[in-house]
């Protein structure tokens, strides 16, 4: 929700509507591909469907430094979502390289 909230106020306020719509689709997408790992109908394709969402994760990291970097958003409206994408990256990290390991047992 932060982030469809984030791509309206950066519309609205800098009319950066190319970048905005990137990082609305990769922000969105990572909710998506968890929702779908969740159903997912096997242990490989769990995994293959969180590691989509952990490339998601990154991506949508780069366009908030972007952001940032580029004044289209501040350091302390950045730094928030920042830290959160960061921790969702930490953990979809792990989820990711968890379930990696235990399939090649």
Not at 7 to 20: F, G, K, P, Q, S
Not at 36 to 52: C, L, P, W, Y
Not at 78 to 87: Q, T, Y
């Amino acid at each position: 929700m932060r982030s469809i909230k984030l791509y309206r106020y950066v519309n609205e306020n800098m009319h950066a509507y190319d970048l905005t719509r990137q990082f609305l689709r990769s922000s969105t997408s990572i909710g998506a591909n968890v929702k779908e790992a969740v159903r997912a109908q096997s242990n490989a394709d769990f995994g293959t469907k969180m590691n989509i969402a952990l490339k998601e994760a990154n991506e949508s990291e780069y366009w908030l430094e972007l952001f940032e970097e580029s004044e289209i958003i501040t350091q302390s409206q950045a730094e928030s979502m920042l830290n959160d994408c960061r921790e969702l990256i930490r953990i979809l990290t792990s989820i990711v390289k968890t379930t990696f390991d235990n399939l090649k047992k």
